[in-house]
């Protein structure tokens, strides 16, 4: 498997920077030093499901001995727990920094615990998303004083869950307890939204093809992940027909205009200043992916819930922008996650829509033609598209 200094030392030599001569000595050198990021990989794999059974073994030794212990020996236990892994993780800095990572990582997950779980000690009627606000609160400290990864991840996948609980809680209070399904579809589209807009802005966080930043790369990590469970949560949402007047009648009363106004500016502008934190000025991507998502919605709503011809249109119009985007900016996985949405958008527009007008033989060749031949041309196009990207300069 080529590394990467690899490949970038092929860049160089065919951009003329270096003499092949030179690279030559610089591959020979490289190739003659020992090797003992072989054992990177397993160490940390191991450091990780270490960290994952060590948090597991906590919980389940908490929760066997919980309603034996007193309230102040709760608490004891709780506060023992952060303070030891922590101070674990202190102690394992210098001689072992992969382990302290793990036991900060672990230590923050567990001070998430204790704010519920103290909560449920004291036997106090408290506004719980509070708990996941507090929640990232610490995992921002975490990550303002170790800057380690896992408090970052934290950070990203805690505040917008806190901003959702919110809303979800707001919508309640409006509707009197009725819940955010209740209502309009659109109600629930500020949700689905602000949520794929998020993952978008986590994925477009590495600018250019040059060396990205760790902090960088665990947001796109997160946005990887999250792209494409938001953009399922994103399409049942829009093709629920809230258009309709019945949809209109069941909802009863509409939310008020300043919580709705709120909950438009947190789902469209907060991943914009997110955007604007990380990308400078260039946030037109996410100003397009707004767009998308306006015409998505207007559009999706009918009487059935069922995509219409124009769905499947505008989805692969969303892939292919997320091609040029990729393309633009010299991002692989860009390019990557848009041939993935092109390639499951024909796949169902074939089985919702052309198998069931064909017999049974018929429609099973013809997917498995869909499969061998766009699957070979769809893959043609991101080598291509992979290979031009990686040639841009980075900005």
Sequence with gaps: MTSRWESQLERWCHAGLIEPATADAIRAWE????????????????????????????????????????????????????VGLHGGGA??????????VALHGVGTVT?????FLAGQIFHLEAHWPLG?????????????????WPQLALVALLTPAWL?????????????????????????????????????????APLGTGPT???????????????????????????????????????????????????VAVAAGGPLLLGWWLRGSRIAPLGVAIGWLLVSLVTGGSERVQPSLFTYLWWAVGGLLLLAWGLAEGRSERINFGAVVLALDVLAFYVAQVMDSLGRSASLI?????????GWGLERLRRRLVARSQRRPAP
């Excluded at 996941?132 to 380690?148: E, N, P, S, T, Y």
């Design 132 to 148: 996941l606000l507090l929640w990232a609160i610490g995992a921002g400290l975490g990550w303002g004083l170790l800057r380690q």
């Design 31 to 82: 190739q003659a030093q020992p090797g003992p990021q072989r054992l990177r990989m397993p160490v940390l794999v191991a450091i990780a499901l270490g960290g994952v059974l060590v948090a597991a073994g906590l919980l389940l030794f908490v929760s066997t001995h919980w309603e034996a212990l007193a309230p102040e020996q709760r608490f004891a236990l709780l506060l023992a727990l952060v």
């Design 164 to 204: 959702g609980s919110e809303w979800v809680r707001a919508v309640e209070g409006t509707r009197h307890g009725q819940g955010l399904w209740s209502g309009l579809p659109v109600d629930a589209a500020l949700l689905a939204g602000g949520l794929l807009l998020t993952a978008l802005t986590y994925l477009g």
């Design 213 to 263: 930043s760790p902090a960088r790369r665990v947001l796109l990590w997160l946005g990887g992940l999250g792209l494409l469970p938001a953009a399922l949560f994103w399409l049942v949402i829009s093709l629920a027909p809230w258009t309709s007047l019945e949809t209109w009648q069941r909802a009863g009363t509409p939310l008020p205009l300043p919580l709705t106004l709120v909950g």
């Design 91 to 100: 102690a394992a800095e210098q001689r072992f920094p992969p382990l302290a």
């Design 111 to 115: 001070l998430g615990a204790g704010l």
């Design 366 to 374: 013809g997917l498995g033609v869909l499969f061998l031949g766009g």
